[in-house]
């Protein structure tokens, strides 16, 4: 902190009261979450092992923001299944 000058404490201190990660409404975090789900559909289309990380980290993403909506795993799983091409068998996702 002794190296630092006037300026980079006073910019510091300004980045301190505007953090870059501000909460999300809910609106932005499903409009976010059907935003994921179209690039899974997108992903799922596409063949190949360099798409394989791609499609496992926005399937982290589906979920997580499926939990932060407050969805049951059972909803966000049926909701990548429908935008994957992932064949479903009748009585699959049966109560």
């Known amino acids: 902190m002794a190296n630092n000058s006037k ?13 870059p990660n501000k909460l999300r409404s809910m609106q932005e975090i499903s409009a976010r979450y059907m935003q994921m789900l179209d690039a899974y559909k997108k992903i799922c289309f596409k ?8 499609k496992v980290a ?3 993403e589906i979920k997580t923001l ?11 799983i049926k909701d990548i299944t429908d935008n994957s091409n992932r ?9």
Not at 47 to 54: A, I, T
Not at 67 to 76: F, H
Request: glycine share 10%; aromatic share 12%.
């Open 66 to 76: 499926g939990w932060v909506l407050g969805k049951p795993d059972k909803d966000i």
């Open 7 to 19: 300026e980079d404490i006073l910019r510091m201190v300004e980045s301190y009261k505007k953090p």
């Open 47 to 54: 063949s190949g092992d360099e798409f394989r990380e791609q």
């Open 87 to 95: 064949v479903i068998f009748p009585g699959q996702f049966m109560k």
């Open 58 to 60: 926005v399937h982290a």
